[in-house]
């Protein structure tokens, strides 16, 4: 049994909350079920993803206009390099893009 095999095995039987699935044994409903269920979860992350990056939008505005309040600046890089390198760290190279994503959701392009 390979990884893959073990895995999709695994997620199955989480999602249909079988205790061993034999995949060759699923009717093609059961695999449909399986995966609306897993998207729902998905459905539910991505919404709690989307409260999470309004709160922090709220908080870099926030910052932002006290700062611009009280330097005239509204950015400040080196801040900004500190968070691409934490995403990085976080979720390999595609979180530098995520990272991006995000900065440029609370601040506006740079
Ligand atoms: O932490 C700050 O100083 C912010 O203004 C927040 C924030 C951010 O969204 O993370 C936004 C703009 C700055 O250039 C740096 C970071």
Known sequence: ???????????????????????????????????????????????EIIEIVKRRIALSKQIQAIRMAHTGRRLEHSRELQIVNAYVEGLGRGGGQLALAVLELSRGRA
């Open 1 to 47: 049994m390979n990884n893959t095999e073990d895995l999709i095995r695994e997620a199955l039987a989480e999602a249909l909350d079988l205790d061993v699935v034999s995949v060759d044994a699923l009717s093609p409903d059961e695999i449909s079920e399986a995966i609306a269920r897993l998207r729902a979860k998905i459905d539910e992350i991505d919404a």
